[in-house]
Nanobody, 123 residues
């Protein structure tokens, strides 16, 4: 059974940093996409950052320069380093994996999702 477990969320002040982790268990094969999404209250879930087709990365325009996606294949863990956080970054952050294909930043193609970790940025 494939499971994705996020951690690292919390409450920070504007300008602060957080590193989110996503531990993947039950699956060690290759994947088309490994990604981070977020969903703020009352808003649709949106793609934040993604690995696609191996090591190619892509980022949400509003977060470029403030986030970095990385992975540790040995630990089967995906990371999202966030800095210069703003109150509008407040959201539940999810990691997701697509085995065969994905249309990130849309949710199409993603097979597995974590439960999310809350990030709250205060002004």
């Amino acid at each position: 059974q494939v499971q994705l477990l996020e951690s690292g969320g919390g409450s920070v002040q504007a300008g602060g940093s957080l590193r989110l982790s996503c531990a993947i268990s039950g699956y060690t094969g290759s994947s088309a996409c490994m990604s981070w999404f977020r969903q703020a209250p009352g808003k649709k879930r949106e793609g934040v950052a993604s690995f696609r087709l191996g090591d190619s990365t892509a980022y949400l325009e509003s977060m470029k320069g403030r986030v970095t996606i990385s992975k540790d294949n040995a630990k089967n863990t995906l990371y999202l380093q966030m800095s210069s956080l703003k109150p509008e970054d407040t959201a539940m952050y999810f990691c997701a994996m697509a085995r065969w294909w994905c249309l990130w930043p849309s949710e199409d193609g993603f097979d597995y999702w974590g439960q999310g970790t809350q990030v709250t940025v205060s002004s």
